[in-house]
């Protein structure tokens, strides 16, 4: 009895042994890890052309507010790339915008004016016409010279009546202002700076009241805020004064 127990003692220890010598020999044995393969994607770029700042409608491009930006190439059909038209900013410079551009926005030649372009006409709305008024070089006629392309103004007409001071009204209400600039002439057969001038956009009928408004008057515009301008400010339409002056026996109405 004794004999047996030996011989399942030993075979306990014989199995214990071989168990332990096989973890110790796992324990040795490198650690497999699972490597993750990162593909690195390279996108092909081409260089456009793009507006550096806003250009507003109407103002002219050049090397202040062009510059060229890497573009995915994919995307830059109908783009103005450097590599087609290396010196397009030279080429470009002095053409008119024909609609806002954003700051980092691509420059599409659909949307630009070449030198010489009839832009008034493009910016003309429908049964409109331009019509431009001297202004003060001050800026004391325009709201301090804070007036733009593209706001709406307000129209007064300012008349030195004698014996009784200075006479105002408001002709003209929310009335659009196509450009501002210098109202260029002739001067001894050279072109010279007359004066500053604003084009405002009206119907025929407005057009054709403001010129006679404009005669023996000073004309002053007032800057109207951006929530009461243009279709913001609703149906409100300009509507002409029926006031009457009489001069040398003539009745104007304003």
């Known amino acids: 009895m004794k004999k047996n127990r030996l011989i399942i003692l030993a075979c306990a220890l014989a199995l214990g042994l071989t168990a332990g010598f096989f973890v110790l020999s796992r324990d040795g044995e490198p650690v497999q ?7 690195k994607v390279i996108i092909d770029s081409v260089e456009v052309l793009v507006a550096r700042q806003e250009i507003a409608a109407g103002f002219n491009l050049d090397a202040g507010n062009l510059s060229w930006q890497s573009w ?11 590599t087609d038209r290396p010196n397009a900013i030279a080429e470009i410079s002095g053409a008119l915008a024909r609609q806002t551009f954003a700051s980092g926005e691509p420059i599409r030649m659909d949307r630009i004016l070449d030198k ?11 049964g409109k016409r331009a019509l431009a008024i001297p202004l003060d070089q001050t800026g004391g006629t325009t709201a301090g010279g804070f007036v733009l392309p593209n706001d709406y103004v307000d129209v007064i007409r300012v008349e030195n009546v004698a014996q009784k001071g200075t006479s105002s009204q408001i002709i003209l209400r929310n009335v659009r202002v196509l450009a501002i600039g210098p109202n260029v002439g002739e001067k001894a057969g050279e072109k010279v700076v007359l004066g500053q001038t604003a084009t405002l956009e009206l119907d025929p009928e407005q057009a054709e009241f403001l010129v006679s408004a404009m005669q023996g008057a000073t004309i002053v515009l007032t800057l109207r805020g951006m929530a009461e301008s243009g279709a913001k400010s609703g149906s409100e339409k300009s509507q002409l004064p029926t006031r009457t002056i009489i001069r040398a026996g003539v009745a104007t109405a304003f």
């Open 33 to 39: 890890v699972s490597e993750r393969i990162v593909e």
């Open 72 to 82: 995915p190439i994919d995307a830059s059909r109908g783009l103005v790339t450097r």
């Open 116 to 126: 010489g372009s009839r832009f008034m006409s493009v910016m003309l709305a429908p």
